[in-house]
């Protein structure tokens, strides 16, 4: 209790100056953020370089962006054309654009294609963090302008579909037809909510297909909702209310600048430059050999391949191998560390290493299914160890 109040004063004496050392907020960060008082919402949105150092520009900042997401959704939500045509109206063909153009810069031939990544945004966003029920839960701060359009607003309108599948992330071309098992399902699907209120799934629906509008040359990967996941959630539970009116907008940028730090390991053809997912799974087998011989060598002779589990792992963020309220912990650390994703290696090698003993004990199937389904454990062993492995002051690492 004397470490986590010394932690919580610590936060708050970087959080209070009017110029932030970003330096020293990671460093403090990097042990475990407080959960009280919305300081992990705060923190985060300075650590993914949301918010500037100078809290004088903060208002000035805040209300450029927020106003600049609204329009994003002001200009990219909805469907083509006048807003007075409804589904009954009859349209004009011979006018230049409609929806039965082949023009290929018709505004409808994108609406179309648009709808192509949306059923998998929905799909994804409608199975996110089924172990807990926050994200079918209606948000206190749903946009006006979408949940009072009469429909023509709401993206899941786009893509109605029956039943859901529950999948996880796979990928070819790693010489490996399927990267993991699937762990999580939802038990029921995710209901839209009734004309003026929407759902935090919803939400997040909206950030994703926004994301993808704006970044053509990526687009959505499926697994990026389980980046955006944490992020929003964190921003829409801050209990003050001015930060969490505005979790949707904040969400969108954090998770931008996210995603330009990572957004190589999506991307396959760049699987095998410096910032790919080959050489990130390299750095951790060479980890693995440097710190625990036995262990690689096992799982060599087994040919359990790095890729056959690491690959979500580091793609992730570990995002879908622990809870979510542990997952926070982990990610106030790999956004406070100063070489990212440099931690992130240690706590993959560290969640191998404390297997050691059923692993150099087990066979093929049996070490494959404990990898790929990591087993439940408290999360503090797994940082004290990669913090150990990392060099790091493992005592400090507290919740």
Request: proline share 5%.
């Amino acid at each position: 209790m004397a470490a986590y109040r010394a932690r919580l004063k610590e936060v708050d004496e970087e959080l209070g100056k009017e110029e932030i050392n970003l330096t020293s907020l990671k460093s403090v960060c990097f042990h475990g953020i407080p959960d009280e008082q919305g300081r992990r919402s705060l923190c985060w949105r300075l650590m993914l370089n949301y918010l500037p150092c100078s809290k004088a520009s903060w208002s000035k900042i805040l209300t450029k962006k927020r106003k600049l997401y609204g329009q994003f959704i002001d200009e990219m939500i909805g469907m083509p054309g006048p807003e007075n045509i409804n589904d009954n109206s009859r349209v004009d063909v011979t006018f230049d654009d409609h929806p039965l153009s082949l023009n290929p810069e018709s505004e409808w031939q994108t609406y179309f294609k648009d709808n192509d990544v949306l059923l998998q945004i929905d799909k994804d966003v409608r199975r996110l963090c089924p172990d807990i029920s926050f994200f079918q839960q209606p948000t206190d701060y749903p946009c006006q302008d979408v949940v009072n359009s009469g429909g023509t607003k709401r993206l899941h309108r786009r893509v109605q579909h029956s039943f859901l599948n529950s999948a996880n992330v796979e990928r070819k071309g790693l010489g490996i037809t399927k990267i993991a098992l699937a762990v999580k399902k939802a038990t029921e699907d995710y209901a839209p909510m009734e004309e003026g209120s929407e759902a935090h799934w919803e939400v997040v629906e909206r950030i994703l297909f926004l994301y993808a509008k704006l970044n053509p040359g990526q687009g959505y990967v499926q697994g990026m909702n389980e980046i955006i996941g944490p992020i929003y959630y964190s921003f829409a539970t801050d209990p003050n209310p001015e930060w969490r009116e505005f979790a949707e907008a904040d969400c969108f940028f954090c998770f931008t600048n996210l995603m330009s730090e990572i957004r190589d390991f999506f991307i396959k053809t760049l699987d095998d430059a410096e910032s790919g997912i080959k050489r990130l799974m390299a750095r951790l087998s060479a980890e693995l050999k440097l710190h625990d011989p036995p262990v690689f060598q096992r799982l060599q002779q087994q040919d359990l391949h790095i890729q056959y589990y690491s690959f979500r792992w580091l793609t992730l963020l570990l995002s879908q191998e622990f809870p979510l309220p542990d997952v926070l912990r982990i990610w106030d650390s790999l956004f406070a560390d100063e070489k990212r994703f440099s931690f992130l290696i240690s706590i993959c090698c560290a969640m191998i290493i404390v297997l050691r003993d059923q692993l150099l004990a087990s066979d093929f199937p049996t070490n494959v299914k404990m990898l790929q389904n990591f087993p439940p454990m408290d999360i503090q062993v797994v940082l004290s160890k990669a913090a150990e492995l990392a060099g790091h002051q493992s005592e400090k690492l507290i919740r």
